[in-house]
């Protein structure tokens, strides 16, 4: 059974900086994609960050662009997220996914709470 576990998730002021983790167990295969959404209350589930697991390709939401940086690490089957200049509005539940085609995520972490307050 295919596991995402999210990690490193907390408060911090605005502009400050978060690293986010994601590690995959189980018998995942080789990816297509792995990335990032994220969920404020009462608003729909959003893209954040994607990357191509075999080009490193990298894509991102306009609202990200330019402050986070996702990578990969392929011996630890993980996904990271690096977010910088945070702002309020980056307040969300941050989740991670991953799957076998383009565009198509099939597996969900629970997700880790981004809180960006003064």
């Known amino acids: 059974q295919v596991r995402l576990e999210e990690s490193g998730g907390g408060l911090v002021q605005p502009g400050g900086s978060l690293r986010l983790s994601c590690a995959a167990s189980g018998r995942t295969g080789s990816w297509h994609a792995m990335g990032w959404f994220r969920q404020a209350p009462g608003l729909e589930r959003d893209f954040v960050a994607a990357i191509t697991w075999s080009s490193g390709t990298t894509s991102y939401a306009d609202s990200v662009k330019g402050r986070f940086l996702i990578s990969r690490d392929y011996a630890k089957n993980a996904v990271y997220l690096q977010m910088n200049s945070l702002k309020p509005e980056d307040t969300a539940a941050y989740y991670c996914?991953?799957?076998?085609?383009?565009?198509?995520?099939?597996?969900w972490g629970q997700g880790t709470q981004v809180t960006v307050s003064s």
């Open positions: 996914a991953a799957g076998y085609g383009a565009g198509s995520y099939r597996y």
